[in-house]
Every structure is written in C-alpha cells, then in structure tokens.
C-alpha cells in the first residue's frame, strides 16, 4: 500500500541516538507511514545496525555530503504525499504523525506545519528563551532573525518541498534556515501547539556547535532572497536583516584584526553580481 507519510532520518555516526529516533517513529500510533534512513559517510557501524530492522524502514547511503544532501536524498526516494523530518538526535511523541496527519487532510489550503517541542539539554529538560516563540501563519518576517522551524516537528507536502528546491546542499550549517525563508515568504507555516518532538541537544557532535559563526551562512540565505526578486516589503525587511547580521560580522572580524574578511562581509551588500563565499 502507498503510505501517505515519508519519514526522512539523515545521520552520521550517531548509533545508538539514531536507534531511538528509529524506535521513536516505529511507535507512532499513526501507521500509514515509510521510514527512510539515510546515511551520511558513517563510520560507526551504522549501516549494520540498519539491517536488523529489515522491512521497518528502507536505508540508503551516500558519501559524506551533508546532512542537506541526505535530507534531499530521502526525499527522492520518498513515495508519500507528506513529508516529515526527524534528526537522529531527536525523538517524537507516539501521537506526533497521527495530530500532523489530521491537521493535513482537515486543512486542504495547509501546505506546512509544525508542532511544538520540548528541549533537553544534556538529559535535563529546559526553557526556550522568549526570542525561540514560535509563531503561526505568515512568519516570514519574524524568520528573518534566526530559525523559527525545526526540521523535526515539521510535516510538508512533497509539492511544496519540490516548488521552492529543497535543502541547499552548498550549506553546511544552517540549510534549514535557508528552506524555511524560501518557503515562508510565500506560504503560511502553522503550529500545532501540542509539544510533540523531543529536541535533544548539547552534545557535543550537534552540528549547530560544529561550526562557528552561523550568521555566515544566515547572510548567504538572506543574500539569495534579495537576488531571487524578492520585492515590496519583504525585500525591505530582508535587507534590514542583512544589513544588521553583516555589520555584526564586520566589526567582529575587526576586532580581530582581520581586515580581508571585514572587506568580504561588507561586499556581501554589494549589487547582485557579487558573490559570497562564506569561508572565513
């Protein structure tokens, strides 16, 4: 039977977090799901753990590309009508597909949602601060900032995902930023206020921390919208961002006495044929 529900989980060498993220999904109540595991160049045995669950789940695996390419790869392979997200360091609640289901096939006009989160930082639970609120509807403007939507608590249509092109597979970091501004400026992104996902963190393999100065790659992101045609004032508010994100990059290269790069983050304002590369 086809399954209505694509469940995509990108990983590298995270055994035996990614076998409770498996155990999370194969406990959903909502059954009319597949599972795809993809991994990404692990070499931590991974791939032979897989093989015991036969059937349960379908397993791909690709060079070290990027936990974008992984997430672009299970969608390929994908068969559902939705799509959902889950990072091997996360866990879902037994009900999260069955609520994020009938919310979907309630709500024809919905393209997109997600649901609230609990976070655990190093096994103690804590409070988002008040910036992370996440809103409902139009929240392109309050995405600018930083990221208002987590892989993990979001369901899709696979239409939508294909439309704006899916995860940007040149970024390392912060790829997920990137897709939810692309895909917000235009399309309302509801939350279901129930906290369904359990978003685990301060680990010390958790790819926010493995790359320093994220707002790098979030100038990039806001880069691409202005040079995409964004127009009125969404393009207002997005230079606003990047004005603000560039100058803080600036005065802190610096400080350090690094001048070069101070002249690139600054040329990132420059007219659309600059390019940015966000090495530093």
Request: proline share 5%.
């Amino acid at each position: 039977m086809q399954p209505l529900v694509s469940v995509v989980i990108p990983t590298h060498n995270r055994w035996p977090m990614l076998c409770d993220a498996i155990q999370s999904v194969l406990g959903q109540s909502y059954k009319g799901f597949e599972l795809i595991v993809v991994d990404d160049g692990s070499q931590d045995g991974t791939a032979d753990h897989l093989r015991r669950y036969g059937t349960h789940l379908r397993f791909f695996s690709q060079r070290r590309r990027g936990v974008a390419a992984a997430r672009n790869l299970g969608v390929r392979c994908a068969r559902g009508r939705y799509l959902a997200f889950l990072d091997s360091d996360d866990l879902w609640q037994p009900k999260k597909l069955e609520v994020q289901v009938a919310f979907m096939e309630e709500r024809p006009e919905a393209q997109i949602c997600q649901t609230e989160e609990i976070w655990i930082r190093r096994g103690r639970r804590v409070n988002p601060k008040r910036r992370h609120r996440k809103p409902s509807g139009d929240i392109f403007r309050a995405s600018l900032d930083l990221c208002l939507v987590s892989p993990s608590a979001v369901m899709m249509t696979r239409e939508l995902f294909e439309r704006v092109g899916g995860f940007d597979e040149t970024f390392i970091v912060c790829e997920d930023y990137d897709l939810w501004l692309r895909v917000s400026v235009d399309t309302p992104v509801y939350l279901i206020p129930e906290p369904l996902v359990l978003k685990r963190g301060g680990h010390k393999d958790q790819l926010s921390r493995s790359t320093w100065g994220l707002d790098r790659f979030r100038v990039r992101a806001l880069r691409k919208l202005v040079d995409g045609g964004l127009c009125g004032e969404k393009r207002n508010w997005t230079l606003e961002t990047l004005a603000n994100k560039v100058a803080i990059l600036t005065q802190g290269a610096r400080k350090r006495g690094r001048e070069r790069e101070a002249l690139g983050y600054e040329s990132i304002l420059d007219p659309p044929s600059s390019i940015f590369d966000p090495r530093p």
